[in-house]
Structures are given as structure tokens and as C-alpha cells.
């Protein structure tokens, strides 16, 4: 008899010190979040680091690492993370994601869509990397059939407003106009005025002719846009808005994104729509990115 209950206290002995130990990781993990979403970038940036080291195969930990080195400039190290979290854990969408993003950012679209598309395959509601993919494509690549496919895949799910705005535009950059007007209906009865202004000045110089836009694509990381606040998702978040997007960790919790306000050239600008095209090409390379 006292065996069994000596291998009891044992098997005890070790499910209370795992706890122990888990229970300081993940409220560690927690600070550095929100040290992360508070722009207290060196506080965060040391807090994943002791993560890492005390969890060295949990990949939450080297993704938002390399998010918050992103954020630094350090680009280099930031590839390395996610890179490590997607080799730490092959199905941790996420990584990929953010290396698709990066990859965008830089203008190597053919990596950025390889990595996006590699997201959407571990997990096919990762509405953040059809949202790239939507935006590389159309910019990136100027493919804008192929980007209305995925932008139209958001606003079917989100119906967020960045997408709503690059579906217009999608629309406009393949001569179906009519259909960038329902963008612009939409938009205004958001009332957004300023992505429906820049889809209005683009119909009101007229047709979008790709011959005299620029052939050099744009290089800026996209993700949801407008007003989303920096603040933990719950399970059971809407899913009508860009409000809704949520990063889920690959531990027994969840803690949503951070994002950015996405900015679009001045609507009052007299170019036309090809010349307007291309400023928001150009103005691409300076666009912030998350993310996730």
C-alpha cells in the first residue's frame, strides 16, 4: 500500500511545480504585452527576452520578440524570431504572417505571398494575411483581379473600412467603376469621408490606365486598419468590424494584436487617378506595420 501512495505524492509533487512555474511565465508573458501595447518597447523587449530563455520552445514568445525588435529597427534580429517561433512551432500561423508582412514591407512581394499564403493554409480565418495578400497583389504585383478576391474575403467576414477602401480601388484599377461607387456608398454611410473622398477623386479624373501609373510597386506592410485600440481580445469578440481581429496564441490564452492607424494620402489632392495610384504606392514604403 505505500507504494502507490508514495508514487501519488511524487506525481503530485511534479503537477504542483509545473504549475508553479507556468502560472510566472505567463503572467510574465502578460506584462510584457501590455509593456508592448503601452510603447514601452526596451521594458517589453527585455521581458520576452526572459520568456525565451525560460521558455525556450513556447513560439508566442519569439514572435512578439520580434515584433517589438520590429518596432526598434531591428529588422535582422526580428526575421530571426519570427522565423525561430515558426520553426519552434510549425503550425503558429502568426509567425508566418509577420514574415509576410516584413517581406512586403521590404518589396520581395513573391516571399510576402509564399509566407501569407502558408498562414491561410495553417489557419483559413487569418484575415490579417488575406488582407496583405490583397494589398500585395494589388499594389505589389498590380494585379487587381486577383486582389479583389481576397480584399472582398475581409469585408465578406470584417467588413472593415481598409478593405473596403482597397476593394474600391481594386475595382477602380480594373475599370469596374460602378462597382467602386458601392465601395464609396458604403464607406460614407460608415461614415468615413476621407477613404470614400480618395475613391471619388480617383473615378472623377477618369479611367485608371497602368501605362502611365508607376511600374515600381509599393513596399509598405498593410494590416486592419483605423481606431483599433490596443487592449486584450475576448473569445467572444464581434466579428463585424476591424475591431474583431484576434491573435490566437498558442497557449491557454488569448491576447489580441497590436495595430496601427493606416494612413492614405490627402483626399483633396488634384492628381489624377493614375497619378493618385502611385503616390499611394510611394507613400506605401513609409506606411508603420504591426502587428499581428
Known amino acids: 500500500m505505500k507504494r502507490p501512495f508514495l508514487f501519488s505524492l511524487i506525481l503530485?509533487?511534479?503537477?504542483v511545480n509545473v504549475c508553479a512555474q507556468a502560472y510566472p511565465l505567463r503572467?510574465?508573458?502578460e506584462e510584457a504585452f501590455q509593456a508592448y501595447t503601452q510603447n514601452n518597447l526596451g521594458k517589453a523587449r527585455t521581458m520576452f527576452e526572459e520568456v525565451t530563455k525560460n521558455a525556450p520552445d513556447f513560439a508566442p514568445g519569439y514572435n512578439y520578440l520580434g515584433l517589438v525588435l520590429k518596432e526598434q529597427g531591428?529588422?535582422?534580429?526580428?526575421?530571426?524570431?519570427f522565423e525561430r517561433a515558426m520553426y519552434k512551432d510549425p503550425k503558429y500561423f502568426e509567425s508566418y504572417e509577420n514574415l509576410g508582412k516584413y517581406y512586403y514591407s521590404i518589396g520581395q512581394f513573391d516571399k510576402a505571398i509564399e509566407y501569407c499564403k502558408k498562414a491561410i493554409e495553417i489557419n483559413p480565418a487569418a484575415v490579417n494575411s488575406k488582407l496583405t495578400l490583397g494589398w500585395v497583389y494589388l499594389l505589389g504585383k498590380e494585379d487587381p483581379w486577383t486582389a479583389i478576391d481576397y480584399l472582398k474575403a475581409v469585408v465578406d467576414e470584417t467588413n472593415a473600412k481598409y478593405a473596403l477602401f482597397g476593394l474600391g480601388m481594386a475595382y477602380y484599377m480594373s475599370n469596374q467603376s460602378f462597382r467602386t461607387l458601392e465601395m464609396i456608398t458604403k464607406l460614407?454611410?460608415?461614415?468615413?469621408?476621407?477613404?470614400?473622398?480618395?475613391?471619388?477623386?480617383?473615378?472623377?479624373?477618369?479611367?485608371y490606365n497602368k501605362n502611365s501609373g508607376s511600374s515600381t510597386a509599393i513596399a509598405g506592410a498593410v494590416d486592419q486598419s483605423a481606431n483599433d485600440k490596443k487592449q486584450?481580445?475576448?473569445?467572444?469578440?464581434?466579428?463585424?468590424s476591424a475591431k474583431s481581429y484576434k491573435v490566437r496564441l498558442r497557449a491557454p490564452?488569448?491576447?489580441?494584436?497590436?495595430?496601427?492607424?493606416q494612413e492614405v494620402v490627402n483626399p483633396t489632392d488634384s492628381s489624377n487617378g493614375d497619378d493618385r495610384i502611385k503616390a499611394l504606392q510611394e507613400q506605401g514604403r513609409n506606411i508603420p506595420e504591426q502587428q499581428p
Open 27 to 29: 503572467q510574465k508573458f
Open 232 to 240: 486584450p481580445a475576448t473569445k467572444d469578440a464581434s466579428r463585424g
Open 12 to 15: 503530485l509533487f511534479v503537477a
Open 74 to 81: 531591428d529588422n535582422v534580429l526580428a526575421v530571426q524570431m
Open 253 to 261: 490564452y488569448e491576447i489580441k494584436s497590436k495595430t496601427v492607424e
Open 188 to 207: 460614407k454611410s460608415m461614415g468615413d469621408d476621407q477613404f470614400a473622398s480618395e475613391l471619388e477623386a480617383m473615378i472623377r479624373k477618369g479611367p
